[in-house]
Nanobody, 125 residues
Framework: QVQLVESGGGLVQPGGSLRLSCAAS????????VGWFRQAPGKEREGLSY????????FSADSVKGRFTIARDSAKNTMYLQMNSLKPEDTAVYYC??????????????????WGQGTQVIVSS
């Protein structure tokens, strides 16, 4: 059974950092494209960053470039999202996703097949 489980969300002050984790089971994450998305209240799900399945290229949305870093640890079958310099507008439920092959538009949530349940991130003082 394919499963993705996120962890690491919580409450953080503006300017702070969080690292989200996403553990995969039932499949080998190294063979898949992996990505992170978020959805704020009243907004559509937004693509943040993803790693391609074949050559491990990283693509990121302009809104998070220089602040968020995606990574994959094949030995642990886990992916991560390191988030720095957090802002109140980063408040959202964050989701990890996996699919194969790498989507032509990897920031489009509609092109991803497997999803975690989400973890809440709140950036507030």
């Amino acid at each position: 059974q394919v499963q993705l489980v996120e962890s690491g969300g919580g409450l953080v002050q503006p300017g702070g950092s969080l690292r989200l984790s996403c553990a995969a089971s039932g499949f080998t994450l190294a063979y898949y494209a992996v990505g992170w998305f978020r959805q704020a209240p009243g907004k559509e799900r937004e693509g943040l960053s993803y790693i391609s399945s074949y050559d491990n290229r990283i693509f990121s949305a302009d809104s998070v470039k220089g602040r968020f870093t995606i990574a994959r640890d094949s030995a642990k079958n886990t992916m991560y999202l390191q988030m720095n310099s957090l802002k109140p507008e980063d408040t959202a439920v964050y989701y990890c996703a996996a699919t194969v092959p790498t989507p032509p538009n990897g920031l489009d949530p509609a092109e991803w097949d497997y999803w975690g349940q989400g973890t809440q991130v709140i950036v507030s003082s």
